[in-house]
């Protein structure tokens, strides 16, 4: 969805507010797809900061789809994004990296979802957990550590004391 900004970037001391929907059905974070499965409407602010110049204030509520990333449960993530943007009328600016550095402005139009998604991935988590104390699952047999404890055998021994270990074990055979 794309809204004209040539009122607030033409006119000094402009304010607009309005919402909007978003379109947004799936975001895609480290190639991975997240379906989105609740979202607000976004609520904005466009306030001309200067001759060609505006800040955009955004607000949204987001639902998306994802899995623990410790146990693989499925969980649903709940994001706010909330952000702070200055954009500049094309005529100002002329100079290619300026440009470069607002992608969701074609002309004098916002494009809505290219500022959201870039907004959502940039706040994204390292880590999506069902809980924060998830245990994950055991690396041997599988199970779900949540749930119960498993007997497999764990241990890793330090690579360090192989050589330690090698003497040991020379002796024993004496």
Not at 30 to 50: D, H, I, M, R
Not at 75 to 100: G, H, L, M, N
Not at 132 to 159: E, M, S
């Amino acid at each position: 969805m794309f809204v004209n900004l040539t009122e607030v970037l033409t006119n000094e001391d402009r304010v607009v507010s309005m919402q909007t929907e978003t379109g947004i059905t799936e975001i895609s974070v480290g190639g991975e797809k997240f379906p989105v499965l609740a979202s607000s409407p976004v609520s904005f602010v466009f306030a001309n900061t200067g001759k060609g110049r505006a800040r955009i204030e955004g607000k949204a509520d987001f639902v998306f789809s994802a899995g623990c990333d410790r146990c693989l449960k499925p969980v649903e993530e709940k994001r706010e994004v909330s952000f702070t943007r200055e954009v500049w009328a094309p005529d100002i600016a002329a100079e290619p990296s300026a440009y470069e550095e607002q992608p969701f402005m074609e002309g004098f139009q916002l494009n809505v979802e290219d500022l959201l998604i870039s907004e959502i991935v940039t706040s994204w988590p390292m880590k999506i957990l069902c809980k924060p104390d998830c245990k994950g699952i055991c690396p041997i047999c599988g199970r779900d550590l949540n749930t119960g404890t498993c007997d497999c055998d764990t241990f890793v021994p330090d690579p360090r004391m192989a050589a330690i270990k090698d003497i040991f074990e020379a002796d024993k055979e004496v």
